[in-house]
């Protein structure tokens, strides 16, 4: 499609040239305003050699238009034209395609075809020229030099002619002249939200919601939803189809690559920057909801598991992907990551080789089970940025016909690492279940329903901990497999004690002591050990609690050499020893707790044990200690997102304050009066 358009009349070689108008400028423009001024204020002092660059459809033709049609360049460059790059697969196309517009007679059109290019463009300058969708050119390997020339050319005529490329991927054309690089990324939730309310003429929905949330900000994949809600398509008949087919189903019919999202995506994904090597790549990293850590150690787990096709290396093929902007670099540290909608087409569209994704599947899984000790912070750090991958491929594990030997010990690590970091993902680990139906033994699926009890009690849902625990321990009882049931009775225990069941919990609790053994199995053994001194603390106890957490301790630090265990131990100690008042041993029973609270980072368990630092120093009237480390625990509180405790926390502080005659007692009953003080 060639698209020339002037301004103004001008005589041309003889000939009267046709004034055309632009096309109007575009509509429904969000989230661009701050990159048009800064080109257009720019313009003056540097003549624009803009290269605007980005996935398909991210928007990259529209802003070309509306800096064509913006009024700061327009004063400067009153004559524009527009050419679209789409038919001209080579370089002596393109130039006799410009040659039209331009109106060069077919009798100039020799080897000094440039030189009667740019005098026409001198003739009409000063002049804008828009070259859109350059990449269908440039990215032919025979062509591109011949295209860098080109533009070379046109840089002799200096401030008199500005230069707007628009281009698939992140490249701009390898010329002598610096290019202004304008890459484009998708649209925040806000903007995008306000393109489909313009475009559906609709408020959004729920459903609508949803939708764009999986649309990665991407202009075109939002205007194409906005014209099927605003032709009738319901925002929840959509949603549901897309779970099904995916990008397919935003299209608005035709051929071209803006009517459907589907198309546009494809362009990229099977274009000749892609070889088969990088597409491979970009298979794995589409099962891979969080993406590739671009760290040596990933790289290199990466590099060594698989041999990519030809010669190409990982690195090369990572450098095609980022060039085609089908993935890019994000976070800190950096990941190599797809927008959502790419990811899911190549999820669909991208063959990846069963022995390629079982080696993927291998890679996450040994991981998991080399890092399950979550006591170990380089297992803690290696282990949470790849929670949403490594239960994507759980997933993709259990659906096959032959799942890997490790799954169900992975998804039993995976969900003690749920518990850790306090993801509520009950649903995932069920899902794995259903998939693998029958073909898990008795004894694999009592441990999975155990580790969902577990999980369970984490996210505070008593009721449904219960069955699930109650059902591992039939499954046990069953396999008289009494290390299983000491665990069960275990969990049942803690359960039937955060409900205030504390008869039936002690019962539990003695029921694990029976079934386990301290010679057979130390850590089980110190495990309900400290559960009894819990339980001890809360019936008032003290000298049984006292025995039973010791006991514990002995195993946890010495034998068994277990940080969380030791730490859990003497902050009930610590506790206690408030309590009864033994204020010199409770400072340093917690003191010696927090160490390894910090060590262990786990910001909820330190922010306890400042809270009751607090309480022993404000006992022992030590106030400046004792706000010391309100203050701290109202950090870690804070940090761990709990803002009761913190506020409690905070009134420990107004109590100090008032001790100190800071402040009137009144004041400090009032948190928001605290909260400004503070």
């Given at each position: 499609m060639i698209l020339p358009f002037l301004t103004s009349l001008h005589r041309i070689s003889g000939t009267n040239a046709v004034p055309q108008a632009l096309p109007p400028a575009p509509q429904f423009v969000v989230g661009r305003d701050t990159t048009i001024n800064s080109i257009a204020s720019n313009a003056s002092s540097h003549p624009p050699r803009i290269a605007i660059l980005g996935p398909g459809g991210?928007?990259?033709?529209?802003?070309?238009?509306?800096?064509?049609?913006?009024?700061?360049?327009?004063?400067?460059?009153?004559?524009?034209?527009?050419?679209?790059?789409?038919?001209?697969?080579?370089?002596?196309?393109?130039?006799?395609?410009?040659?039209?517009?331009?109106?060069?007679?077919?009798?100039?059109?020799?080897?000094?075809?440039?030189?009667?290019?740019?005098?026409?463009?001198?003739?009409?300058?000063?002049?804008?020229?828009?070259?859109?969708?350059?990449?269908?050119?440039?990215?032919?390997?025979?062509?591109?030099?011949?295209?860098?020339?080109?533009?070379?050319?046109f840089s002799s005529l200096g401030s008199a002619l500005a230069l707007i490329v628009t281009m698939r991927g992140t490249q701009a054309p390898k010329t002598s002249f610096e290019w202004i690089r304008t890459p484009l990324t998708g649209l925040g939730l806000k903007?995008?939200?306000?393109?489909?309310?313009?475009?559906?003429?609709?408020?959004?929905?729920?459903?609508?919601?949803?939708?764009?949330?999986?649309?990665?900000?991407?202009?075109?994949?939002?205007?194409?939803?906005?014209?099927?809600?605003?032709e009738g398509d319901q925002p929840t008949h959509l949603l549901a189809s897309w779970a099904t087919h995916g990008t397919t189903v935003l299209e608005s019919g035709g051929t071209h690559r803006l009517s459907s999202l589907d198309r546009s995506i494809r362009l990229s994904v099977f274009g000749p920057r892609v070889n088969d090597s990088a597409r491979l790549l970009l298979g794995l990293l589409a099962r891979l909801p969080d993406g590739l850590s671009n760290t040596s150690d990933w790289l290199g787990r990466v590099r060594s598991a698989f041999q990519l096709p030809g010669s190409q290396t990982l690195e090369l093929s990572i450098r095609s992907l980022r060039r085609a902007a089908l993935i890019t670099e994000r976070g800190n540290p950096s990941r190599f990551q797809m927008l959502q909608p790419v990811q899911e087409f190549c999820q669909k569209f991208v063959e990846l080789p069963k022995e390629a994704l079982d080696t993927l599947i291998e890679?996450?899984?040994?991981?998991?089970?080399?890092?399950?000790?979550?006591?170990?912070?380089?297992?803690?750090?290696?282990?949470?940025?790849?929670?949403?991958?490594?239960?994507?491929?759980?997933?993709y594990s259990a659906s096959t016909t032959t799942p890997s030997p490790q799954i169900v010990n992975v998804a039993v690590v995976y969900c003690s690492w749920c518990r850790w970091f306090a993801i509520g993902d009950v649903v995932g680990v069920e899902h794995v279940m259903?998939?693998?139906?029958?073909?898990?033994?008795?004894?694999?699926?009592?441990?999975?329903?155990?580790?969902?009890?577990?999980?369970?009690?984490?996210?505070?849902?008593?009721?449904?901990?219960?069955?699930?625990?109650?059902?591992?321990?039939?499954?046990?009882?069953?396999?008289?497999?009494?290390?299983?049931?000491?665990?069960?009775?275990?969990?049942?225990?803690?359960?039937?004690?955060?409900?205030?069941?504390?008869?039936?919990?002690?019962?539990?609790?003695?029921?694990?002591l029976?079934?386990?053994?301290?010679?057979?199995?130390?850590?089980?053994?110190?495990?309900?050990?400290?559960?009894?001194?819990?339980?001890?603390?809360?019936?008032?106890?003290?000298d049984n609690a006292i025995e039973h957490l010791q006991s514990a301790l002995q195993i946890y630090s010495v034998e068994e050499h277990d940080t969380l265990g030791s730490a859990n131990c003497l902050l009930l100690l610590g506790e206690l020893g408030l309590r009864i008042n033994q204020l010199q041993a409770a400072e340093k029973s917690l003191t010696d707790a927090l160490k390894l609270y910090d060590e262990l980072e786990h910001p909820q368990s330190s922010a306890r044990t400042y809270q009751l630092l607090g309480e022993v120093f404000y006992t022992q009237n030590d106030v400046e200690r004792a706000e010391s480390h309100f203050r701290e625990a109202i950090r870690a509180y804070t940090s761990a997102g709990n803002s009761g405790q913190a506020d409690d926390c905070l009134y420990r502080v107004g109590q100090v304050w008032v001790k100190q005659g800071k402040v009137e007692e009144a004041k400090a009953e009032d948190i928001h009066v605290l909260r400004q003080l503070l």
């Amino acid at each position: 499609m060639i698209l020339p358009f002037l301004t103004s009349l001008h005589r041309i070689s003889g000939t009267n040239a046709v004034p055309q108008a632009l096309p109007p400028a575009p509509q429904f423009v969000v989230g661009r305003d701050t990159t048009i001024n800064s080109i257009a204020s720019n313009a003056s002092s540097h003549p624009p050699r803009i290269a605007i660059l980005g996935p398909g459809g991210i928007g990259k033709t529209t802003l070309a238009m509306m800096l064509l049609h913006n009024h700061i360049l327009r004063a400067s460059y009153p004559t524009r034209f527009f050419l679209s790059c789409e038919p001209t697969p080579t370089a002596d196309i393109l130039e006799n395609t410009l040659a039209d517009v331009l109106h060069i007679p077919k009798s100039d059109r020799n080897s000094n075809l440039q030189s009667h290019i740019l005098d026409q463009l001198r003739h009409f300058s000063p002049v804008m020229l828009c070259l859109d969708n350059l990449e269908t050119v440039w990215d032919v390997e025979t062509e591109q030099p011949k295209v860098d020339a080109i533009l070379d050319v046109f840089s002799s005529l200096g401030s008199a002619l500005a230069l707007i490329v628009t281009m698939r991927g992140t490249q701009a054309p390898k010329t002598s002249f610096e290019w202004i690089r304008t890459p484009l990324t998708g649209l925040g939730l806000k903007d995008a939200t306000l393109m489909y309310e313009a475009v559906s003429k609709q408020s959004t929905s729920s459903d609508a919601a949803t939708l764009l949330g999986k649309l990665g900000g991407i202009p075109l994949a939002i205007k194409l939803l906005g014209r099927m809600v605003d032709e009738g398509d319901q925002p929840t008949h959509l949603l549901a189809s897309w779970a099904t087919h995916g990008t397919t189903v935003l299209e608005s019919g035709g051929t071209h690559r803006l009517s459907s999202l589907d198309r546009s995506i494809r362009l990229s994904v099977f274009g000749p920057r892609v070889n088969d090597s990088a597409r491979l790549l970009l298979g794995l990293l589409a099962r891979l909801p969080d993406g590739l850590s671009n760290t040596s150690d990933w790289l290199g787990r990466v590099r060594s598991a698989f041999q990519l096709p030809g010669s190409q290396t990982l690195e090369l093929s990572i450098r095609s992907l980022r060039r085609a902007a089908l993935i890019t670099e994000r976070g800190n540290p950096s990941r190599f990551q797809m927008l959502q909608p790419v990811q899911e087409f190549c999820q669909k569209f991208v063959e990846l080789p069963k022995e390629a994704l079982d080696t993927l599947i291998e890679v996450y899984f040994d991981l998991v089970r080399k890092n399950y000790n979550r006591s170990d912070r380089q297992s803690r750090e290696l282990i949470r940025p790849e929670m949403a991958n490594i239960r994507a491929l759980l997933l993709y594990s259990a659906s096959t016909t032959t799942p890997s030997p490790q799954i169900v010990n992975v998804a039993v690590v995976y969900c003690s690492w749920c518990r850790w970091f306090a993801i509520g993902d009950v649903v995932g680990v069920e899902h794995v279940m259903d998939l693998l139906g029958p073909r898990i033994s008795s004894l694999d699926q009592a441990s999975l329903l155990r580790s969902l009890g577990q999980l369970e009690t984490r996210l505070n849902q008593p009721e449904a901990a219960e069955k699930y625990l109650q059902r591992a321990l039939e499954i046990f009882s069953q396999l008289d497999n009494l290390e299983g049931m000491s665990h069960i009775y275990r969990s049942v225990g803690n359960l039937q004690m955060d409900m205030n069941r504390l008869d039936a919990a002690e019962d539990s609790f003695q029921s694990a002591l029976k079934l386990s053994s301290k010679d057979i199995s130390p850590l089980a053994y110190a495990n309900t050990q400290y559960c009894l001194g819990d339980l001890q603390i809360r019936k008032g106890q003290y000298d049984n609690a006292i025995e039973h957490l010791q006991s514990a301790l002995q195993i946890y630090s010495v034998e068994e050499h277990d940080t969380l265990g030791s730490a859990n131990c003497l902050l009930l100690l610590g506790e206690l020893g408030l309590r009864i008042n033994q204020l010199q041993a409770a400072e340093k029973s917690l003191t010696d707790a927090l160490k390894l609270y910090d060590e262990l980072e786990h910001p909820q368990s330190s922010a306890r044990t400042y809270q009751l630092l607090g309480e022993v120093f404000y006992t022992q009237n030590d106030v400046e200690r004792a706000e010391s480390h309100f203050r701290e625990a109202i950090r870690a509180y804070t940090s761990a997102g709990n803002s009761g405790q913190a506020d409690d926390c905070l009134y420990r502080v107004g109590q100090v304050w008032v001790k100190q005659g800071k402040v009137e007692e009144a004041k400090a009953e009032d948190i928001h009066v605290l909260r400004q003080l503070l």
